[in-house]
């Protein structure tokens, strides 16, 4: 790689960093706004929120020679995440300083991220084992495209209504 590649590369994955952080903050100020009763702006700011965030998708894509990472990678890697989650420590050290409502919304934020590292892990273990999109019994389908309901032990090949790939399917359940 020329030097030249090497700074554009290093610009490309700073660009996309930039894109991350501005998406995030979109996303904060959208529910802060929405919270002030602007339903309107702050739904534009969430909307700019996810188009930057699509920028910096763009850009990592861009930069890594256009290999976007596997489902599995980046299931492994959510894993690790939100296995590594500080809450916890963040609540006790709340707690010693005498900040009892801090320490009980940190280990709160700390049990849903747990939840979703067992999601996650779970959903990782269904790609690994193939059994993502096929049980050992007859289950509804539900195409997330367009709602169609299949009834089987897998999801079909193909949404019969509007031809959304197999990964475009998940369990259907009610529990509402």
């Given at each position: 790689?020329?030097?030249?590649?090497?700074?554009?590369?290093?610009?490309?994955?700073?660009?996309?960093?930039?894109?991350?952080?501005?998406?995030?903050?979109?996303?904060?100020y959208a529910l802060w706004i929405r919270k002030a009763g602007y339903l309107q702006i702050?739904?534009?700011f969430a909307r700019a929120?996810?188009?930057?965030?699509?920028?910096?998708?763009?850009?990592?894509?861009?930069?890594?020679?256009?290999?976007?990472?596997?489902?599995?990678?980046?299931?492994?890697?959510?894993?690790?995440?939100?296995?590594e989650c500080p809450y916890e420590r963040f609540a006790q050290t709340a707690a010693h300083a005498d900040l009892p409502q801090t320490a009980e919304l940190f280990r709160g934020l700390g049990q849903i991220e747990s939840t979703q590292c067992r999601c996650f892990s779970m959903l990782l273990e269904n790609i690994r084992s193939g059994s993502a999109?096929?049980?050992t019994t007859e289950n509804y389908w539900i195409c997330r495209v367009c709602g169609a309901l299949y009834r089987g032990v897998r999801a079909p090949q193909v949404c019969p209504v509007c031809?959304?790939?197999?990964?475009?399917?998940?369990l259907y359940a009610e529990n509402y």
């Open positions: 790689m020329q030097k030249s590649d090497a700074g554009i590369r290093e610009m490309t994955q700073s660009a996309a960093e930039r894109a991350f952080a501005l998406s995030g903050r979109a996303a904060q702050g739904d534009l929120g996810e188009y930057t965030r699509e920028h910096g998708a763009m850009l990592v894509e861009l930069s890594s020679g256009c290999q976007i990472p596997s489902v599995d990678a980046l299931l492994a890697d959510m894993v690790q995440r939100l296995h999109f096929e049980k031809a959304m790939p197999r990964e475009g399917f998940s």
